[in-house]
């Protein structure tokens, strides 16, 4: 059982990390995430042998999402509960009004660690307004520095202002300035050393991330995916790389540091090396809802507590037991595995 003041699930896991997703809308089309057709989806299936399946897209409507104050009342009692690390994602989160108003609510609870993941593409409009709200971690999504691929993987022409918005993260101070890139085989593979040359380059924190079975399109196969091991050995040929090891056992990344410079390179492997024994994650969908695992089947609905005259102590105890029930591991690649209904837009990823 969860002792007061702290999460521990059935597995002995203290859980000190919740991601919230403000809304499940966004206004890019990734592959792997949220194609914009049943051709952008088909562009990686190996031809012929998978059965096209309509693409999922299970948009709530706005009138369902917590409001900010319900997410700030989350957070204090989720805090008080052990919580110290929160990341506001999405859908793509800037594309809610007003996100610096509830990065200052946040900001102002006691909580070790406060991000936001973004594709950039709004980020210019409110870089300096979420800095003085009290944001300093950012992590922005690029998975490629082509042109035409950027146009390919994410259904817009929008690399130089992706870009930029990372130069001015970093000009701002935000630090670390983190971005995430999805390795897909045959579509960004090429990139690799690329991408990590401009990391080096620009002084960067990147991580490559191994491509998930959480995309709308259903296409996702073992195939396509790059593993972390062959995203290493492909480094070490071009870069003198010193491991960093892991910050705490419940991060999912393991670094290197680039040999001069800030910059570092990382690798999250949640397919061919899972973390699932260390994970200390909740997520809060823009409806409400918690999710024990970024694979879980079933959700539990926070709204109804929040707005039918539950207290703090109740909401505490309810995020007790619904911890209890987090899964122990997810089974990707397994003859049982299951794809959650939602695809990772809409869970928050
Ligand atoms: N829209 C924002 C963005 O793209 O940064 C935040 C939400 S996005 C769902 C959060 C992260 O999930 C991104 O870094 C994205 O690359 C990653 N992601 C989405 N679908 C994925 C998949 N199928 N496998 C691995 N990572 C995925
Ligand atoms: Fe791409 Fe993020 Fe939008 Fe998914 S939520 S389609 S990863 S920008």
């Not at 971690?137 to 390919?152: G, H, I, P, W, Y």
């Not at 539990?300 to 007790?320: C, E, I, N, T, Y």
Request: proline share 5%; net charge negative.
């Amino acid at each position: 059982m969860s002792l007061p003041g702290r999460l521990i699930d059935s597995f002995g896991r203290t859980i000190r990390d919740l991601r919230i997703s403000v809304t499940d809308r966004c206004n890019f089309r990734c592959l792997y995430c949220l194609p914009g057709s049943e051709e952008a989806a088909d562009f990686y299936r190996t031809q012929g042998q998978v059965d096209p399946k309509p693409i999922k897209r299970d948009w709530k409507p706005r009138t369902h999402f917590l409001s900010y104050e319900e997410i700030e009342r989350v957070v204090r009692v989720a805090v008080g509960q052990g919580i110290t690390k929160i990341r506001l994602t999405g859908g793509e989160p800037l594309l809610r009004r007003n996100v610096p108003e509830l990065v200052a609510k946040l900001a102002a609870l006691p909580i070790e660690d406060l991000a936001l993941t973004t594709n950039g593409f709004h980020f210019a409009e409110s870089a300096e307004e979420l800095h003085a709200a009290g944001l300093r971690r950012v992590t922005f999504s690029l998975d490629t520095l082509e042109r035409e691929n950027f146009n390919k993987f994410t259904g817009r022409d929008r690399l130089e202002e992706v870009l930029a918005a990372i130069r001015q993260a970093r000009d701002l101070g935000f630090d670390p300035v983190k971005v995430n890139a999805v390795v897909i085989r045959h579509l960004n593979d090429h990139e690799i050393e690329g991408l990590a040359e401009f990391a080096h380059a620009e002084g960067l924190s990147f991580r490559f991330i191994e491509f998930m079975p959480l995309d709308s399109g259903r296409a996702w196969q073992k195939e396509h995916v790059v593993s972390g091991a062959e995203i290493l050995e492909r480094l070490n040929v071009r870069f003198n790389l010193q491991p960093k090891g892991r910050k705490h056992p419940s991060t999912t990344s393991k670094c290197w540091r680039f040999d001069d410079g800030p910059a570092e390179v990382g690798l999250i492997t949640p397919v061919t090396e899972p973390f699932c024994d260390n994970c200390n994650r909740l997520r809060l969908t823009a409806d409400g809802k918690i999710r024990t695992c970024l694979f879980s089947l079933h959700e539990h609905d926070l709204k109804p507590l929040l707005r039918d005259g539950a207290s703090d102590a109740d909401l505490a105890k309810w995020l007790g037991e619904v911890v209890l029930k987090k899964e122990e591991r997810h089974n990707i690649g397994e003859t049982d595995f299951e794809q959650p209904d939602r695809s990772m837009s809409s869970i928050g990823g």
